[in-house]
């Protein structure tokens, strides 16, 4: 297995344009997470998915952000429109049942001028 | 609201030192405390939680509720050692492990 698949790796985009970060869990894992990292606030949990379903999405920052997962394969981030203040590492995170260790992805760095 | 500090972003020691890398908490209920490493050009990954009592390359991480620390330690450190170690603290309950995360110490182990 791969494990936890993120693309884009890297995306440099301008203020005002819309962002779509794609995230592929590790196959079988029902649990999904979202993350961003900066340096200011370090790693903050912005939304997690169970079974495909939004549980807590109350760390997303605002309604320019928004998540799916239309499938257990699949999640989206998605910043619409960018801010040069959403310039970060946004990671995406997955873990098989309720208490066992989640998996992190590579990571998109994400920079919007 | 739990929180984890992590008072050292940056932390250096020589080869053979003995490493210990602060992570304090503060939780109402009772916590779970973990520690993830992330090597240069890897992914984040479990290095250990202390539900485990366990030791992993070396190092070894005690809860001690009293002082609200779940420090992370290593007797001799390895330059291979060298990372970026986050602490992270898991509510009790809920429906998920949600993780809080400290802010990360950059360990360097001179050669």
């Known amino acids: 297995d791969a494990g936890v698949i993120q693309s884009p790796r890297h995306e440099v985009t301008e203020m005002g344009q819309e962002v779509t970060l794609r995230c592929k869990p590790i196959?079988?894992?029902?649990?999904l997470f979202w993350y961003r990292q900066t340096m200011m606030r370090g790693l903050e949990l912005l939304i997690y998915?169970?079974?495909?379903?939004?549980?807590?999405d109350s760390g997303m920052p605002e309604d320019r952000f928004s998540a799916k997962m239309p499938n257990a394969s699949f999640s989206t981030l998605k910043i619409q429109p960018s801010e040069p203040r959403d310039s970060a590492v946004y990671f995406c995170?997955?873990?098989?049942?309720?208490?066992?260790?989640?998996?992190f992805g590579p990571g998109t760095r994400l920079t919007v001028l | 609201a739990q929180r984890v500090t992590q008072p050292e972003k940056l932390l250096s020691v020589f080869k053979g030192a003995p490493v210990e890398l602060k992570c304090n908490y503060s939780?109402?209920?009772?916590?779970?405390l973990f520690w993830y490493v992330q090597y240069s050009r890897q992914r984040l990954q479990l290095l250990l939680r202390?539900?485990s009592r366990e030791s992993i390359k070396g190092f070894t991480a005690d809860l001690n509720k009293g002082e609200t620390s779940f420090h992370l330690k290593k007797p001799f450190a390895q330059e291979e050692d060298s990372a970026m170690y986050y602490c992270?603290?898991?509510?009790?309950?809920?429906?998920?492990?949600?993780?809080?995360f400290g802010s990360g110490t950059q360990l360097t182990v001179l050669p």
């Open positions: 995170a997955s873990s098989a049942g309720r208490n066992n260790e989640q998996f």
């Open positions: 196959s079988g894992h029902d649990y």
């Open positions: 998915f169970n079974n495909n379903v939004p549980i807590d």
């Open positions: 939780y109402s209920g009772s916590p779970e």
């Open positions: 202390h539900i």
């Open positions: 992270a603290l898991s509510r009790s309950s809920g429906s998920a492990r949600q993780l809080t």
